[in-house]
């Protein structure tokens, strides 16, 4: 029997959405879906670009609203797709006002969209733009935990503002790795799946300094909505798992992953 849906509660501290794709969404429109996240006290959403589609769209995205902000940067899914031209786009942008960081980058040797050198030097390539840019990197990385610890270890001098690994869903090695160099992991419905206590595993293993909140929307729905598509408006539930399962106060991890939230990808406020 499926757990009987419950209302998203609305907390008195803002959150950060740290990581949605709001041009993937389908089941309603995209200006009841901002309302309705607003409506939940979501103070800014940042929205991410995969592929050299949409890009552009991303940055349309980041301008219809003064809260909401975007990155630019390749999914190792369309690694393939990069090239010289795609990276001066990338470039040229990274540095833009509503732009805070370059990503989604990484590898993931799960699907084998791509092929995999393709995937590592694109990787690096897209590493080197966060390091000339000075942007953070939102990283994601499936099936691929040695490799993507030896490449960020090449940029470890180099990229000073790190970032996050996000939906992380990879073992404890490369967990610690990560938190060892500074970096966030990112935390989403697959905190609420009943056959997911490896995650939860990661959260209780991760400083809360050092944990961001996200949906990956549409995608990873979260307990008590699953089989819907996910939306931003859903990120409440994220904060009351990570709280729970790491025996904290509600109001400690609403603060602390907005802090870091502010830190990782708006330093400036």
Same mark, same amino acid.
């Given at each position: 029997?499926?757990?009987?849906?419950?209302?998203?509660?609305?907390?008195?501290?803002?959150?950060?959405?740290?990581?949605?794709?709001?041009?993937?969404?389908?089941?309603?429109?995209?200006?009841?879906?901002?309302?309705?996240?607003?409506?939940?006290?979501?103070?800014?959403?940042?929205?991410?670009?995969?592929?050299?589609?949409?890009?552009?769209?991303?940055?349309?995205?980041?301008?219809?609203?003064?809260?909401?902000?975007?990155?630019?940067?390749?999914?190792?899914?369309?690694?393939?797709?990069?090239? $010289?031209?795609?990276? /001066?786009?990338?470039?040229?942008? %990274?540095? #833009?006002?509503? +732009?805070?960081?370059? !990503? @989604?980058?990484?590898?993931?040797?799960?699907?084998?969209?791509?092929?995999?050198?393709?995937?590592?030097?694109?990787?690096?390539?897209?590493?080197?733009?966060?390091?000339?840019? $000075?942007?953070?990197? /939102?990283?994601?990385?499936?099936? %691929?935990? #040695?490799?993507? +610890?030896?490449?960020? !270890? @090449?940029?470890?001098?180099?990229?000073?503002?790190?970032?996050?690994?996000?939906?992380?869903?990879?073992?404890?090695?490369?967990?610690?790795?990560?938190?060892?160099?500074?970096?966030?992991?990112?935390?989403?419905?697959?905190?609420?799946?009943?056959?997911?206590?490896?995650?939860?595993?990661?959260?209780?293993?991760?400083?809360?300094?050092?944990?961001?909140?996200?949906?990956?929307?549409?995608?990873?729905?979260?307990?008590?909505?699953?089989?819907?598509?996910?939306?931003?408006?859903?990120?409440?539930?994220?904060?009351?798992?990570?709280?729970?399962?790491?025996?904290?106060?509600?109001?400690?991890?609403?603060?602390?992953?907005?802090?870091?939230?502010?830190?990782?990808?708006?330093?400036?406020?």
């Amino acid at each position: 029997m499926s757990k009987k849906r419950r209302e998203i509660p609305v907390f008195d501290h803002p959150i950060i959405e740290t990581h949605c794709h709001l041009d993937y969404l389908k089941d309603r429109p995209l200006e009841d879906t901002l309302e309705q996240t607003r409506g939940v006290n979501i103070e800014k959403v940042i929205t991410i670009a995969v592929s050299p589609d949409n890009l552009a769209r991303v940055r349309e995205l980041s301008q219809i609203a003064p809260w909401i902000y975007g990155t630019q940067g390749i999914h190792p899914h369309d690694a393939e797709g990069y090239s $010289d031209e795609v990276e /001066v786009e990338i470039r040229a942008h %990274a540095g #833009d006002e509503k +732009i805070v960081a370059v !990503g @989604e980058i990484g590898l993931d040797y799960f699907y084998d969209n791509a092929d995999r050198e393709i995937q590592r030097e694109v990787f690096r390539r897209q590493l080197q733009i966060a390091c000339d840019t $000075d942007r953070p990197v /939102v990283i994601h990385s499936r099936e %691929a935990d #040695d490799d993507t +610890i030896a490449i960020l !270890g @090449e940029f470890e001098d180099s990229l000073k503002r790190r970032g996050v690994i996000h939906s992380f869903t990879s073992g404890p090695g490369l967990a610690r790795y990560a938190l060892d160099q500074g970096w966030c992991l990112g935390f989403n419905g697959i905190t609420t799946f009943n056959k997911a206590e490896n995650v939860r595993d990661i959260v209780r293993m991760a400083p809360i300094e050092q944990i961001l909140l996200e949906t990956d929307s549409p995608f990873l729905t979260p307990v008590p909505y699953r089989g819907r598509e996910n939306a931003p408006f859903y990120l409440p539930f994220v904060a009351e798992k990570i709280a729970e399962v790491k025996a904290l106060p509600l109001d400690e991890v609403i603060g602390m992953t907005y802090q870091n939230s502010l830190r990782t990808f708006f330093p400036g406020e």
